[in-house]
């Protein structure tokens, strides 16, 4: 079993920058592939950003690219999910997943994560 616990939402102001963290149990977090969810009121959860077991890899939702970064510390069991430049409709509440997997992959769909964290809340105020 694998637990997840996110940290670092809040509320910040277009075009400002928040730094999400997300704490993983277990002592095998090299062997996760681990993604970040947003989940806005009313609409379905979307992919944001997946980051390989190594690091080496990453694949970001199109919205983001450019603003977003993603990265981990496998020493440090963690993955965070750095925000600039945030914009209004990045307002949700955000979710970290894992995957336990022996391959390099990227996963871009939440049917494809076996682990979810509680989330924590990004507020963007115009």
């Known amino acids: 079993q694998v637990q997840l616990v996110e940290s670092g939402g809040g509320l910040v102001q277009a075009g400002g920058s928040l730094r999400l963290s997300c704490a993983a149990s277990?002592?095998?977090?090299?062997?996760?592939?681990m993604g970040w969810f947003r989940q806005a009121p009313g609409k379905e959860r979307e992919f944001v950003a997946t980051i390989s077991r190594s690091g080496s890899s990453t694949y970001y939702v199109d919205s983001v690219k450019g603003r977003f970064t993603i990265s981990r510390d496998n020493a440090k069991n963690t993955v965070y999910l750095q925000m600039n430049s945030l914009k209004p409709e990045d307002t949700a509440v955000y979710y970290c997943?894992?995957?336990?997997?022996?391959?390099?992959?990227?996963?871009?769909?939440?049917?494809?994560?076996?682990?979810w964290g509680q989330g924590t809340q990004v507020t963007v105020s115009s």
């Open positions: 277990g002592r095998t977090f090299s062997t996760y592939a």
């Open positions: 997943a894992a995957k336990v997997t022996t391959t390099i992959v990227l996963l871009t769909t939440t049917r494809e994560y076996d682990y």
